[in-house]
């Protein structure tokens, strides 16, 4: 059994909230790049020249990325061989988000659903625990804007929906989101499972690289369809016109019951952060 202080989580945490705020990973500003040299809109192109000029100012400057740095979604890839010291691990991981935030001046973003009150440090995180082989942690930091989380939704489809449903509901979540998700966005979907599985499913999909394949052959032309569907949509970025109004579709699958065909779909907006620690 190896022992792991939650001191280090907590300090690996409060990294992880500056870095992801900061410093917008290379597989975003590649898609700028890609969606730059195929938009023809003045505008839109315009608009990605700026996306990459904020995220160049941001990593410089050690600014956030945008001025709402998200709520804290932390992901932990717990090995079952690891014996944590010195705390317990959601304090840690709470206390790493509030001094992050604080340290790093970003907004702090959470309140009281009915009164509104601001926590004032960015605390409770929403966590997600998974236990795995091996005697590592992994922690992966992903805050996450509330205009693009306000226009995710999960729903139940009926089997006989089928593919062609889901294309069509995700098709008319991205229409009818409009400008509100701050395009040009992420579209994580995930199949199957159980109604709160599917939304896991879509939001661990956005945690893939823009670019890479998914392994699934079925997926990954169901990806490419639903991705050329939004991006003939003309929203474009910001909502402003254009081709580029999705930078990816990323799809996670699972089976589910036989009654049954949950779709979750978590729309993620340019300020794409994540970042991400072994211990
Ligand atoms: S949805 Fe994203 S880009 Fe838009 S305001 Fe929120 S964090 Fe910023």
């Known amino acids: 059994m190896r022992e792991v202080d939650v001191g280090i989580i907590t300090e690996r945490v409060k990294t992880l909230c500056m870095e992801a705020n900061f410093d917008l990973g290379q597989d975003v500003l590649d898609a700028f790049k890609g969606a730059k040299a195929k938009e023809e809109s003045p505008t839109a192109i315009e608009i990605l020249g700026q996306l990459e000029e ?28 690891v014996h ?30 009915f009164t509104r009150a601001n926590t004032g440090d960015n605390t409770p995180a929403v966590i997600h625990v998974k236990v795995v082989p091996g005697d ?22 009926t089997p006989a929906a089928g593919k062609k449903g889901i294309i069509e509901y995700v098709v008319r979540r991205v229409t009818e989101s409009g400008s509100n998700p701050c395009p040009p966005t992420i579209v994580g979907i995930g199949i199957g499972g159980t109604f709160e599985e599917a939304a896991l499913l879509a939001k ?76």
């Open 136 to 157: 590592k942690v992994k922690l992966i930091v992903a805050p996450k804007g509330g205009g693009s989380e306000n226009m995710s939704r999960v729903t139940m489809l």
């Open 84 to 113: 944590l010291v010195g705390g317990d691990l959601n304090g840690a991981i709470f206390e790493g988000v509030r001094q992050g935030y604080q340290e790093g001046y970003l907004r702090k973003s959470i309140c009281h659903p």
């Open 204 to 279: 661990k999909a956005l945690l893939r690289p823009i670019g890479s394949e998914n392994p699934d052959p079925e997926l990954a032309s169901l990806e490419g369809e639903i991705l050329d569907r939004i991006n003939g949509l003309g929203i474009g970025p910001q909502g402003l016109g254009g081709r580029t109004t999705s930078l990816a579709v990323h799809v996670n699958m699972m089976p589910c019951h036989i009654a049954s065909l949950p779709l979750g779909v978590n729309i993620q907006c340019h300020a794409h952060r994540h970042k991400e620690a072994i211990i």
């Open 54 to 81: 904020n995220a160049s100012i941001a990593r410089q400057e050690k600014v956030g990325i945008c001025q709402d740095t998200g709520i804290a979604v932390v992901f932990v890839e717990l090995g079952q061989d």
